[in-house]
């Protein structure tokens, strides 16, 4: 069986599944699914160098804002 954002098992009820992916330098850009969501990848073009930050309501689930912090240049 397929599970949400393609995780090895499903979340118990009352949870919310999510995955999170490292890039890989300037070759593969992180991503972020949360409750089979894609929120920040590089094919959205929304991902940027450093940390990148998904910040969703805890209650809801609802993406509230998306960001992305360069460590490198300060």
Request: with cysteine; hydrophobic share 35%; net charge positive.
């Given at each position: ?11 118990p ?21 949360f409750?089979?969501?894609v929120?920040?990848?590089?094919v959205?073009n929304?991902?940027g ?7 969703v309501?805890?209650?809801t689930?609802?993406l ?7 460590m490198?240049?300060?």
């Amino acid at each position: 069986p397929r599970h949400k954002c393609g995780n090895q098992k499903s979340c118990p009820q009352n949870y919310f599944a999510f995955k999170i992916i490292s890039g890989a330098a300037n070759v593969v850009g992180p991503s972020i699914c949360f409750e089979d969501l894609v929120l920040m990848s590089s094919v959205k073009n929304n991902i940027g160098r450093g940390l990148n930050i998904a910040l969703v309501n805890g209650t809801t689930g609802k993406l509230l804002k998306t960001d992305s912090f360069d460590m490198y240049s300060g």
